[in-house]
């Protein structure tokens, strides 16, 4: 049994690496977001390798009254041709009712056109730590990105 177990994780790494596309080395542009952090931000990624990255994104959240900072560390594999899917995790700060500090995942779908723009749609579902933040809070956000 722990021989198949093994053969079996053997044969997913290998399917994984094999599908993984190198991604931009940077990318920067606007995340336009809905659901319970109506807003918008400004969108850095930063390659950390071949199929990793960091997303930095700062702007301004809850109908535009809040600023809000978020750091994501984000695995990316390709679907199929120019689009990838990926997730990660993450926290950052928000100034709601004072500053409050939360825990964030995200998970998306993303298009790679020929030209260096990248679109992607995602779901970042982010739960309140500290401050003014409780519970769970969602949004539903879609970016472009200039690559370079």
């Known amino acids: 049994m722990k021989k198949v177990l093994l053969v079996f994780g053997l044969l997913l790494t290998a399917s994984l690496s094999i599908n993984a596309q190198e991604i931009s080395d940077n ?6 977001s809905g659901g319970n ?9 930063k390659s950390l390798g071949d ?3 960091l997303e930095i994104d700062l702007g301004l959240a809850n109908k535009f009254t809040n600023f809000k900072a978020t750091g994501l560390y984000e695995w990316v594999w390709n679907l ?19 500053t409050g500090i939360y825990g964030a995942g995200v998970i998306g779908i993303e298009y790679n056109f020929d030209a260096p723009i990248l679109l ?5 579902p982010e739960i309140g730590i500290s401050g003014g933040l409780s519970g769970l809070n969602s949004d539903v956000a879609l970016a472009i990105r200039y690559q370079f």
């Open 37 to 45: 952090g109506v807003g918008g931000e400004i969108s850095y990624q």
């Open 51 to 53: 199929s990793n990255r």
């Open 27 to 32: 990318a920067i542009g606007l995340r336009f």
């Open 120 to 124: 992607s749609i995602d779901y970042r």
């Open 80 to 98: 199929e041709n120019q689009f990838n899917w990926y997730a990660g995790v993450g926290g950052g700060i928000v100034s709601a009712n004072g």
